[in-house]
């Protein structure tokens, strides 16, 4: 960005201009251009040399006006990523397009092949209906399923390019690669709209949508024109092996890029995986176990809790002003949200959570048991949690833009909350000390 004033220096693209200077009034800016406008009210500088309409063309095409402000930070660095991703993307497209129609040529006449083209387009609904299943997972960790969109379609893609060497198994092969194939697409579109609502920040999600698919049309012609070439070159040289062949070198150059890709997206979401991980590192107590939380029932009914009055109105005191309500549930950790709960409070809930699983396999708790038994135990795990939970969640440092992504239920209950009771606030050294033998060898 260039402007200029009579008598004066360039003011830098990325610094406003010096208005302290006795003849600049104000100034405007607008996208790439900035006016100054002095004293007397009139215009005293504009852009000095205006783009030429093809680069403005080029840029009004494919990038949302006004970046990097209107853009997150790693929008720039993912989209070349993702460019390269649907470059090779296209190159495999054309390669296994060309496998099929190569064998579309067997069969007892045009009945048969017309049907087989039509049970391989069908099957792709399959892929796309069993795809639509892990939405809410790829919401909680789009990253993650990115990547295994990817490879699922990778894994689709290859098997479609065997259809150039082996063209008699076209009807088994073509309907299940076009089900693999829309089964990995559909997941990882999934995990794109997260990514994409990270990326705009200028409330022009529909904008940078529309430029994103611009580029994915680029990078398709592109990609297509190369596949063209290389499986002509490539049939004319090796022979019908050149397509998978070439497929391989597409696809791993394609999964080269979808690590890329997912390597510069700053986007962390917050689930209960990461929250287990981070408590079990902040208290020093050896790595989260898989599945320590997978029976955490976060948004239980509150059947399951007012079943028994008495424990209710104690669980009510001992949370006081809360909006959730803990308790263990034989070998299950129950939550009941409040109406007013947000994504905090199921912070909050997820941690507790992970405090009370790393007490269980201390042995002090098997001690208590023994001692003061099952209830006894189970109130200290409560209390010894709750002290524990404001310093860990304090300590949990996240990107202001890191969405909370926990696997609660729709239900929200309402009780009547009490001031609560005085839950004596346990340290992090106050923590260690209960579960030193749970650390790792």
Same mark, same amino acid.
């Given at each position: 960005?260039?402007?200029?004033?009579?008598?004066?220096?360039?003011?830098?693209?990325?610094?406003?201009?010096?208005?302290?200077?006795?003849?600049?009034?104000?100034?405007?800016?607008?996208?790439?251009?900035?006016? &100054?406008?002095?004293?007397?009210?009139?215009?005293?500088?504009?852009?000095?040399?205006?783009? #030429?309409?093809?680069?403005?063309?080029?840029?009004?095409?494919?990038?949302?006006?006004?970046?990097?402000?209107?853009?997150?930070?790693?929008?720039?660095?993912?989209?070349?990523?993702?460019? %390269?991703?649907? %470059?090779?993307?296209?190159?495999?497209?054309?390669?296994?397009?060309?496998?099929?129609?190569?064998?579309?040529?067997?069969?007892?006449?045009?009945?048969?092949?017309? &049907?087989?083209?039509?049970?391989?387009?069908?099957?792709?609904?399959?892929?796309?209906?069993?795809?639509?299943?892990?939405?809410?997972?790829?919401?909680?960790?789009?990253?993650?399923?990115?990547?295994?969109?990817?490879?699922?379609?990778? $894994?689709?893609?290859?098997?479609?390019?065997?259809?150039?060497?082996?063209?008699?198994?076209?009807?088994?092969?073509?309907?299940? $690669?076009?089900?693999?194939? @829309?089964?990995?697409?559909?997941? =990882?579109?999934?995990?794109?709209?997260?990514?994409?609502?990270?990326?705009?920040?200028?409330?022009?999600?529909?904008?940078?949508?529309?430029?994103?698919?611009?580029?994915?049309?680029?990078?398709?012609?592109?990609?297509?024109?190369?596949?063209?070439?290389?499986?002509?070159?490539?049939?004319?040289?090796?022979?019908?092996?050149?397509?998978?062949?070439?497929?391989?070198?597409?696809?791993?150059?394609?999964?080269?890029?979808?690590?890329?890709?997912?390597?510069?997206?700053?986007?962390?979401?917050?689930?209960?995986?990461?929250? #287990?991980?981070?408590?079990?590192?902040?208290?020093?107590?050896?790595?989260?176990?898989?599945?320590?939380?997978?029976?955490? #029932?976060?948004?239980?009914?509150? @059947?399951?809790?007012?079943?028994?009055? %008495?424990?209710?109105?104690?669980?009510?005191?001992?949370?006081?002003?809360?909006?959730?309500? &803990?308790?263990?549930?034989?070998?299950?950790?129950?939550?009941?949200?409040?109406?007013?709960?947000?994504?905090?409070?199921?912070?909050?809930?997820?941690?507790?959570?992970? %405090?009370?699983?790393?007490?269980?396999?201390?042995?002090?708790?098997?001690?208590?048991?023994?001692?003061?038994?099952?209830?006894?135990?189970?109130?200290?795990?409560?209390?010894?949690?709750?002290?524990?939970?404001?310093?860990?969640?304090?300590?949990? @440092?996240?990107?202001?833009?890191?969405?909370?992504?926990?696997?609660?239920?729709?239900?929200?209950?309402?009780?009547?909350?009490?001031?609560?009771?005085?839950?004596?606030?346990?340290? =992090?050294?106050?923590?260690?000390?209960?579960?030193? #033998?749970?650390?790792?060898?």
């Amino acid at each position: 960005m260039k402007i200029s004033q009579a008598g004066s220096s360039t003011t830098p693209a990325n610094r406003p201009p010096q208005t302290s200077k006795p003849e600049v009034l104000a100034y405007e800016t607008s996208q790439d251009q900035v006016t &100054l406008y002095g004293e007397d009210g009139q215009q005293m500088a504009g852009s000095d040399k205006p783009k #030429s309409k093809g680069d403005n063309f080029f840029k009004n095409l494919l990038l949302p006006s006004k970046m990097p402000d209107s853009v997150s930070a790693d929008y720039v660095a993912s989209r070349r990523w993702n460019f %390269l991703m649907e %470059l090779s993307g296209s190159v495999q497209s054309y390669l296994g397009t060309a496998a099929a129609l190569n064998a579309v040529g067997i069969g007892n006449g045009p009945l048969t092949v017309g &049907l087989a083209w039509m049970s391989r387009d069908a099957i792709d609904g399959i892929g796309k209906f069993a795809g639509s299943q892990f939405g809410r997972q790829a919401d909680k960790d789009p990253k993650s399923w990115v990547t295994t969109g990817e490879y699922v379609h990778a $894994a689709g893609m290859m098997m479609e390019s065997t259809l150039a060497v082996c063209p008699q198994a076209f009807l088994a092969i073509a309907p299940a $690669a076009n089900a693999v194939k @829309a089964f990995g697409s559909t997941v =990882k579109g999934a995990a794109q709209a997260p990514i994409e609502l990270h990326q705009a920040r200028d409330n022009n999600l529909g904008e940078m949508r529309s430029k994103n698919n611009n580029q994915t049309m680029l990078a398709g012609i592109i990609g297509g024109g190369m596949g063209f070439g290389l499986e002509k070159l490539g049939s004319h040289y090796i022979g019908s092996a050149a397509t998978p062949i070439l497929m391989a070198a597409a696809t791993a150059t394609k999964l080269f890029a979808t690590h890329g890709y997912v390597k510069s997206l700053d986007l962390d979401p917050v689930t209960e995986k990461r929250v #287990s991980k981070f408590v079990h590192k902040w208290l020093d107590v050896g790595k989260a176990k898989g599945g320590e939380l997978k029976k955490l #029932s976060l948004g239980a009914p509150l @059947a399951d809790f007012v079943k028994d009055p %008495l424990r209710f109105r104690e669980l009510t005191d001992l949370y006081g002003s809360r909006n959730y309500i &803990l308790d263990l549930q034989q070998d299950k950790i129950a939550v009941v949200l409040h109406q007013d709960s947000t994504p905090e409070d199921q912070l909050q809930a997820v941690t507790q959570a992970t %405090l009370i699983r790393i007490l269980q396999s201390s042995p002090l708790y098997q001690v208590k048991i023994g001692k003061e038994g099952d209830a006894a135990a189970r109130d200290w795990l409560l209390r010894t949690s709750l002290g524990a939970v404001p310093d860990v969640v304090g300590a949990f @440092a996240r990107d202001d833009d890191d969405p909370l992504r926990f696997s609660a239920e729709a239900r929200r209950a309402h009780w009547d909350k009490t001031a609560g009771l005085d839950i004596p606030h346990v340290t =992090k050294a106050d923590f260690q000390k209960l579960t030193q #033998s749970v650390r790792s060898d």
